[in-house]
Every structure is written in C-alpha cells, then in structure tokens.
C-alpha cells in the first residue's frame, strides 16, 4: 500500500516563505510524475507545479517565479518551495503521484495560510 506523507504547511505572512514536502512510501515503483495541486475553499482543485520523471517542470502562471518544485528520487519525496507568497496562496496543498499506469495517489493535504 502506498502513502504520501506532506508536512511544511503553516501560518505565514505575506511575502514569506514555506516549504512543503510530500514523501512516498510503500510499494511504489517507476514514478513517473510528482506534484502539487491546491484547493481554496469555494474554488476547484489547481495543478500548482509538477515534474516528470526526467526533471522537466510545469507552473501554473500565478506562481512562475516564486515556487520552485524538485524531487529527490532516492527518497521518492518532491518539494514545494514557495517565496514570496501571497494571500491569494492560502489553500489546502495536496501531493501527487503518479506511478506507472496506476491510478494516481493522493496526499491528505497540507493547510497553508498567507495572513497578516
């Protein structure tokens, strides 16, 4: 059975910085893409960033330039650092994985919180 495991969320001030981990574990083999999503409340579910198996990146535009998203594939964990945040940022931020040609696995969600 696979986990994903986030942690890294929090309360932070606009024009702060978080960095959110998301570790796999379990019977998990050929990962072929990680990722990050965000749901606000009221509003549909986001592809944040994402990256493939051979390091190629994709942003959504509203973070280009201040999120950076990397995986270490010995540990099977991929990261969100995200600077320069803003209100607009606050959401639940759930991991994703996708592995062979399995149906994707899900994190359970990390809250992050951009106030002053």
């Known amino acids: 059975q696979v986990q994903l495991v986030e942690s890294g969320g929090g309360l932070v001030q606009p024009g702060g910085s978080l960095r959110l981990s998301c570790a796999a574990s379990?019977?998990?083999?050929?990962?072929?893409?990680m990722g990050w999503y965000r749901q606000a409340p009221g509003k549909q579910r986001e592809l944040v960033a994402i990256?493939?198996?051979?390091?190629?990146?994709n942003y959504a535009d509203s973070v280009k330039g201040r999120f950076t998203i990397s995986r270490d594939n010995a540990k099977n964990t991929v990261y969100l650092q995200m600077n320069s945040l803003k209100p607009e940022d606050t959401a639940v931020y759930l991991c994703?994985?996708?592995?062979?040609?399995?149906?994707?696995?899900w994190g359970q969600g990390t809250q992050v919180t951009v106030s002053s």
């Open positions: 994703k994985v996708v592995a062979g040609y399995l149906p994707a696995y």
């Open positions: 379990g019977s998990i083999l050929s990962i072929r893409s």
């Open positions: 990256i493939s198996s051979g390091d190629s990146t």
